[in-house]
């Protein structure tokens, strides 16, 4: 039995949201802002392969775009000049766009990882050149 028959789709996804290892819970799965492991430096698992694409992007465009940006026209800025809320809500939603975005690519990657999505392969399935 393989590791990704043995955590379900959720746990993977919440370890993946957390940023860490969907495989064991423990290690880090990014290395940097946007760039993943290529093993998990906990139980070895491969990460390398695994290519969110656009995912992460369009996740958080969705959120920030139609979800965070409505609720910003709810609040009432009438006291401050225009130039000061634009300023304001651009450095709020910038700042939560660049929060979300690598959540939601480890999330991804944990996803395709879990689920063996096309253009996965596990390493122990390539052929050594
Ligand atoms: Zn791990």
């Not at 430096?41 to 139609?66: K, M, N, Y």
């Not at 979300?100 to 253009?119: M, N």
């Amino acid at each position: 039995m393989s590791a990704h028959s043995e955590i379900d789709l959720k746990t993977a996804a919440r370890r993946g949201l957390l940023g860490r290892c969907p495989c064991c819970g423990q290690g880090k799965l990014m290395r940097s802002y946007l760039k993943p492991v290529e093993n998990c430096a906990a139980c070895g698992e491969s990460f390398g392969q695994i290519r969110a694409d656009d995912a992460a992007p369009w996740l958080t465009i969705i959120l920030v775009g139609h979800i965070f940006l409505p609720l910003a026209f709810m609040v009432d800025v009438d006291w401050m000049p225009t130039w000061a809320a634009v300023a304001m809500w651009s450095l709020c939603l910038a700042g939560l766009s660049l929060a979300i975005l690598p959540r939601a690519k480890s999330l991804f990657i944990a996803v395709l990882w879990q689920t063996h999505a096309p253009g996965y392969t596990p390493v122990e399935l390539v052929e050594p050149a």
